[in-house]
């Protein structure tokens, strides 16, 4: 039986350990964290994602969790709608879920036949032609036939593999951050948006509580991904002087523990593997800005999954050739989706607000 190590347990950390221990493989899965991560806005689970995430028996639990969001409504700085914009979602052509509740849900099905190791890391690779051996933060050294850097834009395993991260993520001029509502919102069914020229903030609905997302245009900068009290300050000076309800949210976001802050980046390597290790996710190609990425992870890691089992070492081509192909849409349409939703001027934002009244659905 061979082993392989996935390296985080996120979207497609746990969607490609269900189906690897599910075809076999003995699964060892490291994630830095503590436990599963509670932050993060809404996405989508849709298009190739749909049959993956159906043959895993999870699409109640999704159903159970799923926001019942509709329409993105646009608003002035007196709270007043300029446009309503129907979703994909709201027309049942996919599902949107909490990033919290998908990826806890996707740990779920896959933590019965997989070992997970919480609040621990990849110190060290070192592979030969038969394995990798690997040296951890924190348990004893192990050798597994094949590692998977699923850990996301700052992966651990494609700095060790392929070298530094500036040599392979290119930073849009973009930052987000979420955190929760700390409520329930006014409207269940509307995600609200308000921008300013550069700048958006938005509160989705979901379940039991709301979100609020900070998305803005700024001079790229070196900010550790883990430094709450700096990402914290960013925002506040980014949006001081913005209407609407603004300084309201600020404060939700001053008060906040479950802050997640990144700038909005494209992963371009021109190879997702090297050997008997393999990149598959935002490690190899984050390219979203809109939630379709969480799609992009399931249906990735159930395609690396398939090609494994069929291909074995020689899998890690048959994947990336077809998973690059539903890549390269999305990233052909980043730079569209950032001119749509953060408009960089005054003249850019009003003429988005009136193709916004002429629109009936989202693509």
Known sequence: MENVLICGAGVAGSTLAYWLARNGFKVTVVERAQGMRSSGNPVDVRGPALPVVEAMGVVGRLRDVATRTKRVCLLDGDGRRIATVGLSAGKGEGLEVPRS??????????????????DDTIAALRQDERGVDVTFDRAAPRRFDFVIGADGLHSAVRRLTFG???????????????????????????????????????????????????????????????????????????????????????ERLQEAD??????????????????????????????????????????????????????????????????????????????????????????????????????????
């Not at 509502?181 to 379940?207: C, I, K, Q, Y």
């Open 101 to 118: 509740d998908l990826v806890t849900v996707l740990y779920e099905a896959a933590s019965g036949d997989a070992e997970f190791l919480f």
């Open 164 to 250: 530094a991260e500036r040599s392979f993520v290119r930073p849009m001029g973009i930052f987000v951050a979420t955190t929760s509502f700390g409520g329930s919102v006014d409207h269940p069914e509307d995600v609200l948006l308000h921008n300013t020229p550069g700048r958006l903030v938005a509160v989705h609905p979901s379940r039991d509580h709301g979100g609020i997302a900070f998305i803005f245009r700024a001079q790229a900068e070196n900010v550790d991904h883990r430094d709450t009290a700096r990402h914290k300050r960013i925002v506040t000076a980014a949006y001081g002087d913005a209407g609407w309800r603004v300084p309201e949210l600020l």
């Open 258 to 363: 479950d802050v997640f802050f990144d700038a909005v980046s494209v992963v371009d390597l021109p190879a997702w593997s090297r050997g008997r290790i393999a990149l598959v996710g935002d490690a190899a190609s984050c390219v979203s800005l809109l939630g379709e990425g969480s799609s992009l992870a399931i249906a990735g890691a159930y395609t690396l999954a398939t090609a494994l089992t069929s291909a074995s070492s020689t899998g890690f081509g048959q994947y990336e050739a077809e998973h690059r192909a539903r890549v390269r849409p999305a990233r052909r349409t980043a730079k569209m989706t950032a001119a749509i939703l953060v408009p960089k001027t005054g003249i850019g934002l009003a003429t988005r607000n009136l193709a916004a009244r002429a629109w009936r659905w989202s693509v």
